[in-house]
């Protein structure tokens, strides 16, 4: 736009719209995470890749194009596929376990009760504590021989406990065990501060049409936090997926390969066998499997999430 001034036309500044101004103070806002995006997870996720497609020889430095070489090795590995097994296997427990004691959990708190503030203490506390310090109580706990829990059950009559982590069929569920005991802290923060968001005057309403708890539960809570709870379920489906520290401090993916979930195996095989290629090539299938789960439950949001 321009102006006349003193009888000469001058430049004005130039006009911009209140919504230009907000696009650009928007683009401007996302780009440190951008970038944070480029750098630490598009382009390593491009090397990783492109890691899976060559030989890498660490004594000479050299790369050696070997096609999906390294896929095909996978895919006609017994110990990948045990892998697979595994970690489906540690997901089917976890998930629906840290899901369920922090929605339990979220419920208690959110009704009336003394030394609320304590208790919701406690419960966090596993949260916040360092992997390394609760697995080190935990396999104190958890001793075939000496641990208080076998103790107890000893003392009880049981004549043979179970042995735990060196259980081929203790081992995997006691881990998922451990790992929704350590998350479920902040899935019942969440959820309290969901739970909390809903109006009473539902309660109110509900109850003076004669609803039940469960009815209330089911029609008014649920529907509610659903927009919290399918935030939730991704963050522990991409945890499970994820697991780690439990294997790697507790059993060394045994006794006899029935810990070893992807991500232990990953491990082994790039910084145990220096098999970096392979350790890439399961890498990916990892991230593939993690993009169609949350991309088969961003589909089915639509059916039981309700955003208000």
Not at 34 to 56: D, E, N, Q, R, T
Not at 212 to 236: A, D, V
Request: glycine content about 6%; hydrophobic content about 50%; overall charge positive.
């Amino acid at each position: 736009m321009e102006t006349v001034a003193n009888g000469k036309p001058t430049r004005t500044k130039r006009a911009y719209s209140l919504e230009r101004l907000e696009r650009r103070a928007g683009l401007l806002f996302a780009l440190p995470a951008l970038v944070g995006f480029l750098l630490f997870v598009l382009i390593p996720m491009v090397c990783v890749f492109l890691l899976s497609l060559y030989k890498v020889d660490l004594m000479t430095n050299t790369f050696e194009f070997k096609h999906f070489q390294y896929y095909d090795k996978m895919l006609h590995d017994p110990d990948f596929w045990k892998s697979v097994k595994n970690t489906l296997l540690y997901m089917v427990i976890y998930v629906p376990l840290t899901l369920a004691l922090g929605l339990g959990m979220a419920l208690i708190l959110n009704s009336k009760m003394r030394a609320r503030g304590v208790v919701r203490t406690f419960f966090i506390i596993p949260y916040i504590t360092t992997y390394v310090a609760t697995l080190v109580v935990w396999n104190v706990f958890l001793h075939p021989t000496e641990g208080p829990v076998n103790t107890l059950l000893m003392s009880l009559g049981v004549d043979k406990p179970p042995q735990y982590m060196v259980d081929t069929h203790w081992a995997l569920p006691m881990l998922a065990l451990i790992g929704a005991w350590k998350d479920v802290g902040y899935h019942c923060i969440m959820f309290l501060a969901a739970l909390q968001g809903v109006s009473k005057d539902y309660y109110e309403a509900a109850e003076i049409d004669g609803a039940g708890r469960f009815q209330r539960f089911k029609h008014i809570t649920f529907p509610l936090i659903s927009p919290t709870s399918f935030f939730l379920l991704l963050i522990t489906i991409i945890g499970g997926l994820q697991a780690f520290y439990q294997m790697a401090l507790l059993t060394k993916g045994g006794p006899s390969f029935s810990t070893t979930t992807m991500t232990y195996h990953i491990y082994r095989s790039a910084f145990e066998f220096y098999n970096f290629s392979y350790a890439s090539a399961v890498g990916m299938f990892l991230f593939l499997i993690t993009l169609v789960l949350i991309a088969a439950n961003w589909l089915g949001q639509k059916k039981w999430v309700f955003y208000q």
